[in-house]
């Protein structure tokens, strides 16, 4: 049986589907840098609850969940599968430190979710459950649900994050950014920080970024983004490979990790 590592994915705008980019090209070939998982537990930075809340609904609908993009984006389905006894298991696993965690048998998948596998996994032949974050919890919290998902990855079970190493979107709106608009200082340099931690194994540091970064509550005014990466942090271990490195907008680093 496969040992899976936990992976770290930003998926950017919604349009990525669509709008040929280096980081849409990574995420389409993502399943051929992995052994095929026989689930995935995806952590999407747009499941954002109070505790711990994971989906067990059989056959999770598609959720488009933004607004103001052209009718074939709102066309798209991604039909995989869930895994209500998985379900049951995760939540199992994160109440193990003392996390209260519950089931949520109706909810869909995310964009976050759903937009970066639909690049890697097209046919949707991989079941899905979804666990969320929680941004009122410490990034600690989510490092320690990460260390306790991590059994899964004996068995096969492929762990992702999916958010944005950075992600401050007032600066798209604000400043009218296009597609392939020049990357600024204060990206690139949180960009780095993060990657130079990452790469010394200085887990304490990479957890207290939004607040010991250059630049880190600019680049994070809301921690939603980040904190999928701290669950993959825990889930694979501290030694982190980077795979994938690009920007969009400017302002959204793609950065994609291995961990373990």
Not at 176 to 190: E, S
Request: hydrophobic share 45%.
């Amino acid at each position: 049986m496969a040992r899976q590592p936990a992976l770290f994915v930003s998926h950017g705008s919604p349009m990525i589907m669509f709008e040929p980019s280096p980081a849409r090209e990574f995420l389409a070939g993502l399943a051929g840098q992995v052994e095929r998982p026989d689930a995935i537990v995806m952590v999407s930075a747009h499941h954002d609850m109070a505790e711990a809340v994971v989906t067990s609904v059989e056959a999770p609908a598609t959720i488009h969940d933004f607004g103001g993009f052209p009718q074939k984006l709102f066309d798209l389905r991604y039909p995989a599968k869930g895994n209500p006894a998985l379900a049951a298991e995760v939540a199992a696993l994160v109440e193990g430190p003392g996390v209260p965690a519950f089931l949520d048998p109706k909810r869909g998948l995310d964009h976050g979710a759903w937009v970066p596998l639909m690049l890697a996994w097209p046919e949707a032949d991989v079941p899905v459950v979804q666990l969320s974050i929680s941004s009122v919890h410490a990034p600690e919290w989510h490092y320690r649900i990460g260390q306790a998902l991590a059994p899964l990855r004996e068995r096969n079970i492929l762990v992702i994050g999916s958010g944005s190493l950075t992600h401050n979107l007032r600066a798209i709106f604000a400043e009218g950014r296009d597609h392939d608009a020049a990357v600024p200082d204060w990206v690139a340099v949180f960009a780095d920080w993060i990657h130079a931690r990452l790469d010394a194994g200085d887990t304490e540091a990479v957890l207290d970024a939004v607040e010991r970064a250059p630049f880190g509550k600019r680049n994070h005014p809301t921690p939603d983004h980040i904190l999928p990466l701290f669950t993959a942090l825990g889930a694979g271990g501290d030694k982190a490979e980077r795979l994938h490195h690009s920007y969009t907008y400017g302002v959204l680093a793609m950065d994609a990790y291995r961990f373990g």
